[in-house]
């Protein structure tokens, strides 16, 4: 970039780096779900490690289709240039109903699939807890901009998006304790797990945070400037 690019366009390019970035991290269990999918379907071959697919195969596909939509349209909801296009509002209304289904089917296959040792009591506590939340947040986020409450619609989609993200940070996680230290032992894999989420949960409140301070530093808006509600 020189230093004679405009303001303009240099704010612009920068407001698709967090998409960028966001569906970057979400390719590798974008890329694992695809995988599962195409197993599911050419008929492989049922080992047990992935015979609890073949026996209910309807919620991990339905998992992995919502959560791969999730995961790359939200990800462009956080792009500023689409946020105030029609674009926005359409995609939104793709994204909130997949994050549903991928948080609803988590919780289902929490619930039902006989999961192998290696996933400890704590992952499975976090994962109920983080299900019902990353479910929960999304159904604020949406009353909220039912409302024209956009501050509030924009923190609790943060958090769900943080939540379904935690898919893509794990891989992170795991990556240099695996090639250091090997395969996780139950307890270590859950903490990997766990961190991950962490992890997510605290940028998001960051971002929350400095969107906040932001938006308390700019004057208030003009009455046919407030943002318009959801039909
Ligand atoms: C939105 C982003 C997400 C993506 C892209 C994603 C991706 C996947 C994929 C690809 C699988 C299949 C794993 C395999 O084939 O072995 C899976 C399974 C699963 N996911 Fe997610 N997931 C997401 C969010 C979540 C969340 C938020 C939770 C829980 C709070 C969750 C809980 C589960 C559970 C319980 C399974 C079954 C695991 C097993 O049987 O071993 N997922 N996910």
């Known amino acids: 970039m020189t230093e004679s690019t405009p303001p303009r366009r240099r704010a612009g390019r920068s407001g698709w ?38 026996d209910s195969p309807v919620p991990v596909v339905v998992h992995v289709i919502a959560s791969s939509v999730f995961l790359v349209l939200g990800a462009l909801q956080f792009a500023p240039a689409l946020r105030r296009r029609r674009w926005h509002r359409l995609a939104g209304r793709i994204v909130a109903p997949a994050g549903l289904l991928s948080a609803l089917s988590a919780l289902w296959m929490t619930l039902f699939y006989a999961m192998p040792a290696i996933n400890g009591p704590a992952l499975f506590v976090m994962r109920l807890v983080l299900g019902a939340a990353m479910a929960a947040a999304i159904v604020v986020a949406f009353a909220a901009i039912r409302r024209g409450d956009v501050a509030r619609h924009s923190a609790w989609m943060t958090r769900a998006y943080a939540i379904g993200l935690g898919a893509g940070t794990q891989v992170l996680v795991f990556l240099p304790w695996t090639l250091v230290l090997g395969a996780p ?29 932001r938006s308390a530093r700019l004057p208030a808006p003009t009455p046919s400037a407030a943002p318009a509600r959801l039909s």
């Open 17 to 54: 780096l967090a998409p960028a970035g966001l569906i970057a991290l979400s390719l590798v269990p974008v890329a694992a779900g695809a995988f599962r999918v195409a197993e599911l379907s050419s008929g492989a071959a049922v080992t047990p490690a992935n015979a609890r697919f073949f």
């Open 185 to 213: 032992a139950q307890t270590a894999h859950d903490v990997l797990m766990g961190a991950g989420w962490a992890i997510n949960l605290v940028v998001a409140e960051v971002l929350i945070r400095r969107r906040a301070g």
